[in-house]
Structure formats: C-alpha cells, structure tokens
C-alpha cells in the first residue's frame, strides 16, 4: 500500500517492466548496451512496434521504434530517451540496481534519468494500442546511446544520418526535470555548454625571488576575471526570484594544473572552467571577452576549449508552434498547469532543435528531481499516472493535421 493512497502499485505490469528495466546495469564507465537493447527489442515485441537497430561509430547501439500513423507522410512525433545511466558511487540507502520499492517510491539509478521516461513512453503506446487507437501521424521511439557523456557520439552522429532524416521528425520530447510543486516543467530551450582551459605560461625560476613575467601571475588576472563575472551571476539569480538557475550564466572553476616543486616557479599552470552560458549570452561577444583576458593577463597566455556548444535556437512557443499548442491544451486539460523554462543542463534534445520541435517534459510534479543523486527515486503514482499524460499528449500532437 502506499502512503496516503490506495492503490498498490507494486505489480502494476509498468511498474514491472520499469523494475526489470532500472535491474539492467547499462551504466558508465565501460558501459555495455548489449542487455538494454535486448530488453527494449522485448518490449517492441510484444507491444508491436517495428525496431531498428542502427550501429553508429564505435559500434554503438541505437534503436528506432516505429507506430505508423493512418498518414505517414506527415511529419512524424518523436520520444526520444537515452539508455545509459551515470555511476551510482556512494552508499545508497537502496542498492541502485535493485529497483526496491520502499512506501511506493521506486529507488534505482535511472528512474528519473531516465528509464523511467522510457518505459512511460513505451507504456503509453501499448495502452493506445490496446485500446485500438490508431494516430495520424508516424510516432518513433528512439533509445540513445552515450547521452551521459554529452550524446555527441549517440544522438549527436545520429542526427546526421539520412536514417534520422527519414524519420521526417515535426516534434521531439526528450528528457526533462520533475517538480515538487503543482505544475509540469517544460523545457524549450538549454544553456550552451564551453569548457575551457586558459593556459598561462611565464619564466621559471628559483622561488625565493620576486621574478616578472611569471605564470602565476597571469592565472591570477584570468581566474579573477571568470570569478568576478561568476559573483556577478550568482548575486543577480540571488536579486531577481523570477531567474532560476536555467536563465543565469554559470562559471566554475573545476581544474588547476602546473608546478613542478616548491621552491621553483613553473612555466605553466592552467585553469580549466566549466562554464553554461545561459540562451540570451552572445557567443562571439562572451568569446572575445575570454580573448581580452587572456592579452590583458600578459603574454603566452591562451585559451583552448575542450568543448564548445554552439549557439541553438529554443523552440518557439507561440501561436505558430501547432504541437506545442496541442500539447499544452492535453494538459491543461487534465487540470495541469505547464511551466515554461530554460533547461540547465546540456541534453540530446539540442541536437534535434534544428530541425524539429523539440521540449524538454518529464510529466512528474510533486516530486524532487534526483537525477545522478545518490538515492535517485521515483514515487509510483507519479509514474503511472505519467503513462496517462503521455498518452493524451500523443492522442493530440499525432493526430494534428497539416
Ligand atoms: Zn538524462
């Protein structure tokens, strides 16, 4: 039984399938996607949905299920959803495996990120299905690869596939964020991720003298530049209780490297920032910026980036945009209230934003987000009932017309 309701939803056959899914260790490093595809071609099986396997370099697994609509030509809906989880470190009050079930809260690494999601996904097509429903348009399932380790390698080389573009993909939802409050969060657009490296170099010498042109100098200029304009952040989402951490630029200091002993002065050290330029950030500007830093700290002094995001267009949420509309109409229909924000971390839905619609939903609210916490859970009811809130969105967006 659960707390404060009625049902059990221990053997719920969704529940079962989500447990025997989060049992699946397809987790970082050394991942293995072997016994996920597996369980995932079951499932399309027996639901009755077409699956693809599609390998992508590095011999990665990517699997396309397909539902085709009454009018295949439309542009086509897309649920997207990674496989892999990230490790589960730490001492869990509930192995993250075990997909134990304590006051009808499920606890496992990737019930919220995003298995889940997945099974939700496959859940409400099978009660369409059942139910003998058919939609106008094409719906696809597709289960990513390497999401975890920024989906480049998965989503981001599927994308440029022509068996991407045949999907002929209109609206995408991809992974979102629960809420502990009443409404859904919806996400129509993500921060741009920049890791970079300000490499400082300098002339080495003995430590005991007060020599110019020395490394640590010029990495002190550059890392009070990046951690004044860090403050400046971090006091106006601290000013304004309209931001959310989504809306503000963030920066963070995450490596120091250099020095060689104590009593020399090295010819290099470097920093290395973790930087997620929020979505009205100018890209050129905030790059020359980095520039005039790094000349003003002195010379030999330069940045390289790791990773750099390019600048991707949110998906327009008005009038115009038919899905959305349709989308939010389902909900607030079913005496939900939808907010729209800008999703902090970095996920594959920013792949597809070029071409399709694409939002960021988890259909979770009165429910902390624990993505990639110790402990990362999911209450039942929350669960199942998002089985339902993905079938009315189906039902809508897939049966527009033109
Ligand atoms: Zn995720």
């Not at 999907?167 to 809420?179: H, I, K, M, R």
């Not at 300000?198 to 010498?205: A, E, L, N, P, R």
């Not at 530049?225 to 106006?236: G, I, S, T, V």
Request: net charge negative.
């Amino acid at each position: 039984m659960m707390s404060g309701g009625s049902v059990d939803y221990n053997n719920h056959p969704a529940v079962i399938n989500l447990k025997n899914y989060l049992k699946i260790k397809c987790v970082h490093p050394d991942i293995k996607y072997g016994k996920c595809v597996e369980f995932l071609v079951g499932m399309a099986a027996e639901i009755g949905l077409a699956a693809e396997t599609h390998t992508l370099p590095g011999d990665l697994p990517l699997l396309v299920m397909t539902w085709e609509g009454l009018k295949p030509e439309l542009p086509t809906i897309l649920l997207n959803s990674h496989m892999d989880v990230v490790p589960a470190e730490g001492d869990w009050k509930h192995p993250p495996f075990g997909a134990e079930v304590e006051d009808g809260v499920i606890y496992g690494r990737g019930a919220q990120d995003m298995k889940g999601t997945s099974i939700q996904y496959l859940e409400a097509v099978r009660k369409l299905k059942s139910q003998g429903t058919r939609l106008n348009r094409t719906v696809h399932l597709t289960f990513v690869p390497e999401e975890e380790k920024g989906g480049r390698a998965g989503m981001g080389e599927f994308v440029k596939t022509e068996a991407y573009r045949r999907l002929n993909v209109g609206f995408a939802l991809d992974e979102g964020l629960s809420n502990p409050g009443e409404e859904f969060l919806v996400f129509n657009k993500e921060k741009s991720m920049w890791h970079v490296n300000i490499i400082c170099t300098g002339k080495s010498g003995h430590g005991s003298m007060l020599l110019p042109e020395n490394c640590g100098e010029k990495v002190r200029y550059v890392i009070n530049k990046f951690m004044d304009l860090r403050e400046f952040y971090r006091q106006k989402l601290v000013d304004d209780s309209n931001l959310t951490i989504g809306e503000v630029t963030t920066i963070n200091l995450t490596k120091l490297q250099g020095g060689v002993q104590t009593n020399i002065v090295p010819e290099q050290f470097t920093a290395t920032f973790d930087i997620r330029l929020a979505t009205n950030m100018n890209h050129e500007m905030f790059e020359e910026l980095i520039n005039r830093w790094c000349r003003e700290a002195g010379n030999g002094v330069r940045c390289e980036f790791d990773h750099k995001d390019p600048y991707v267009k949110p998906t327009v949420m008005d009038h115009t945009n038919h899905y959305w509309v349709a989308m939010k109409k389902a909900i607030e229909d079913m005496g939900i209230t939808l907010i729209v924000g800008t999703m902090p971390a970095t996920t594959d839905a920013r792949f597809l934003r070029g071409g399709a619609h694409a939002l960021n939903f988890a259909p979770a609210r009165r429910a902390a987000p624990s993505p990639h916490q110790r402990d990362e859970s999911l209450p039942l009811d929350v669960f199942v009932h998002g089985i339902d809130v993905y079938e009315k969105i189906l039902l809508a967006v897939a049966n527009l017309e033109e």
